[in-house]
Each structure stands twice: as C-alpha cells, then as structure tokens.
C-alpha cells in the first residue's frame, strides 16, 4: 500500500512561493499534485509518470515546477508568482500508470495566498 504525506503548506502574500513536498512509500507510480480551493471541485495542476512524463494545467503552467525524486521516493511542487485562485488545500497522490484513477492519497496541506 502506498503512503503519502504532504509538507510544505503554508500562507504566503500574493507574488510569493512555496515549495511542497511529497514523501511517498514508493516511485513505480505515475504521482500528482491535486488542489481544491473553496467551493470547488479537486482538480489535477500537474502530475510526473514513473517514464518522465510530465503535466500541468494551464492555470499553472510557467509558475509551478513538479519534479520527483526516485531516490528519495519524494515528490516536489515549486510554485513561484502565487495567486489567490491558487488558494486550496493541495492533496499529493499516485496511480498505477495504466490507470486513470488516482488511487492513493495523502490528507493535503494548505496553501493560502493572500491578496
């Protein structure tokens, strides 16, 4: 069973930075950064395969870095340029590659940009 757990939240001014980290029990797994801000629905903002593959959704894109560590089995999201809508509680988790599903979850930690 894969844990994750999620560090790095935390609140920031608008224009500010975090670095998050995941640290996950295994690195075989296609890994993300999900958010979910007040009111909304979680959305995926950016994801690494075990083969490389990286994505990010457009609202990020040029701000947020994801990267991973097989080594160290962590996972990392590097925001710069924070925005309020960037505000939400961002959850690390990890599937099985062929999946489409995320699977595993961590319980998130808050990011909140202030205005």
């Known amino acids: 069973q894969v844990q994750l757990v999620e560090s790095g939240g935390g609140l920031v001014q608008a224009g500010g930075s975090l670095r998050l980290s995941c640290a996950a029990s295994d690195s075989i797994f296609t890994m993300g950064w999900h958010r979910q801000g007040p009111g909304k629905e979680r959305e995926l903002v950016a994801s690494?395969?075990?083969?490389?593959?990286?994505y990010y959704a457009d609202s990020v894109k040029g701000r947020f870095t994801v990267s991973r560590d097989n080594a160290k089995n962590t996972l990392y999201l590097q925001m710069i340029s924070l925005k309020p809508e960037d505000t939400g509680i961002y959850y690390c988790a990890a599937r099985h590659t062929v999946d489409y599903e995320y699977k595993y979850w961590g319980q998130g930690t808050q990011v909140t940009v202030s205005s």
């Open positions: 690494v395969s075990d083969g490389g593959s990286i």
